[in-house]
């Protein structure tokens, strides 16, 4: 039974950083998956934030992210992050890691809530 578990969420004052990390459990050959990041907030539907191909680790971040967001994968340790930088209230959401395999494998974590107040 394949597992993602996230972390690495909370609260955090505008302009500051919080790192979450998605370690999965239960499945084999995690290095050919394709990793992303979602999030979602009620009044909005699951946007795609960043991911990160399998083979050269190639990324790529929605324009509200780029250059305050950066994804990472570590396969050995079977985990990708996401480190989030100079943090904007708009970025308060529950955050979802996924992994997807070229045959359709499509797995997703249970989400970590971020919020971004002062």
């Known amino acids: 039974q394949v597992q993602l578990v996230e972390s690495g969420g909370g609260l955090v004052q505008p302009g500051g950083s919080l790192r979450l990390s998605c370690t999965a459990s239960g499945v084999a050959g995690f290095s050919s998956y394709v990793l992303r990041w979602y999030r979602q907030t009620p009044e909005k539907e699951r946007e795609l934030v960043a991911a990160?191909?399998?083979?050269?680790?190639?990324?790529d971040y929605a324009d509200s992210v780029k250059g305050r967001f950066t994804i990472s994968r570590d396969d050995p340790k079977k985990t990708v992050s996401l480190q989030m930088n100079s943090l904007k209230p708009d970025d308060t959401a529950v955050y979802y890691c996924?992994?997807?395999?070229?045959?359709?494998?499509?797995?997703w974590g249970q989400g970590t809530s971020v919020t971004v107040s002062s």
């Open positions: 996924n992994m997807r395999s070229t045959s359709g494998k499509n797995y």
């Open positions: 990160i191909s399998s083979i050269y680790a190639s990324t």
